[in-house]
């Protein structure tokens, strides 16, 4: 029984992990992304309109954010199909 447990509690680890580091990649990617778009495409593509380079970093950090939404989703569903599985296992296991 209580290698059921540890075995529960590295996976919930190991998953809080990786959730953690995917909330710290997208915060960077948030942080950094937006404001170097508005730079180079203010530089580089707008030949310095600001409207229209802030537009674009408005975009940028708008698919920042639907792209975190939608693997969280992901995410969500692959953690519940697994969950759903799970017990179909074990009552295999007790016949």
């Known amino acids: 029984m209580s290698a059921q447990v ?3 509690k590295a996976t919930d680890q190991a998953t809080a992990r990786a959730a953690l580091i ?3 990649l997208f ?6 992304l937006p404001i170097a778009s508005f730079f180079l495409s203010s530089k580089y593509i ?3 309109n ?4 802030a537009i674009t ?4 950090a708008n698919i920042v954010l639907v792209a975190y939404i939608v693997l969280s ?6 953690s519940s199909e697994v969950a759903s599985e799970r ?9």
């Open 27 to 32: 915060a960077a990617a948030l942080a950094v």
């Open 73 to 78: 989703i992901l995410e969500d569903r692959q």
């Open 50 to 53: 600001a409207i229209y380079a």
């Open 46 to 48: 707008w030949a310095g």
């Open 6 to 8: 540890s075995v529960a």
């Open 57 to 60: 970093a408005i975009c940028i």
């Open 87 to 95: 017990p179909e296992a074990e009552l295999k296991k007790d016949r």
């Open 22 to 24: 995917k909330l710290l």
